[in-house]
């Protein structure tokens, strides 16, 4: 194509890719604005789930690059890495190590996980996990977590963990297991 200023076809193909240029900016910024209202009305229109559980710690987590999106926005499913994190370190200063827990040949599978976003982390950020067991039984536990910013919470949900042999059966914690996940999930001292 003759890209001449002459040329009429031309005049009106480099206006048009110009219109388009002006309106996919404008669409950028409209989903900005959008984003950023839904997250300021997600805080003020939104109650937390309520008073998280009695021995609860808080694991830092710098964000990194590879964990956002094409805006910079950390991306939903690398929530749950966050949330592993904080659940093996509540175990680690509880002190009993998850690798200890497998050489007894078990697992705490997880069976359920529920998340709530409120507002969104983003590359750079240095962001808080806090954890704490919320139930307890012979099979199974329930931790509850919550993400936040300095002040502001970011996500805030739960994992349900069943206990399994090697072989994926479910069966009863140990005792000695047990006796230690009580005494923490009742005191309020790690």
């Known amino acids: 194509m003759d890209l001449s200023p002459d040329n009429a076809s031309a005049v009106v193909y480099v206006s048009t890719l110009e219109r388009i240029g002006e309106t996919l ?5 409209a989903h900005r604005f959008i984003q950023g209202e839904l997250a300021y009305r997600m805080k003020l229109h939104s109650k937390p789930l309520g008073k998280i559980g009695p021995v609860t710690i808080r694991v830092p987590v710098k964000v990194r690059y590879a964990e956002t ?3 910079g926005v950390v991306h939903h499913s690398r929530y749950i890495p966050w949330l592993e994190l904080a659940r093996v370190e509540w175990l680690e200063r509880l002190g009993l ?4 827990v497998e050489a007894q040949g078990l697992a ?4 359920e996980v529920s998340l709530k976003y409120r507002v969104p982390a983003r590359f750079g950020d240095t962001v808080e996990v806090e954890v704490c ?26 994992s349900r963990h069943l206990c399994q042999s090697r072989e994926g059966r479910a069966t009863r ?5 047990l006796r230690r996940l009580e005494a923490h999930w009742k005191s309020h001292e790690i």
């Not at 190590?97 to 200890?100: A, H, K």
């Not at 914690?173 to 297991?177: A, D, L, M, T």
């Open 25 to 29: 900016e404008i669409l950028n910024h």
């Open 69 to 71: 999106d094409a805006m």
């Open 97 to 100: 190590p998850y690798t200890e």
């Open 108 to 111: 705490f599978a997880v069976v």
């Open 133 to 158: 067991l919320s139930e307890l039984s012979s099979r199974a536990l329930r931790y509850d977590y919550r993400v936040w910013r300095g002040e502001t919470l970011l996500a805030e949900g739960y």
């Open 173 to 177: 914690i140990p005792p000695e297991i």
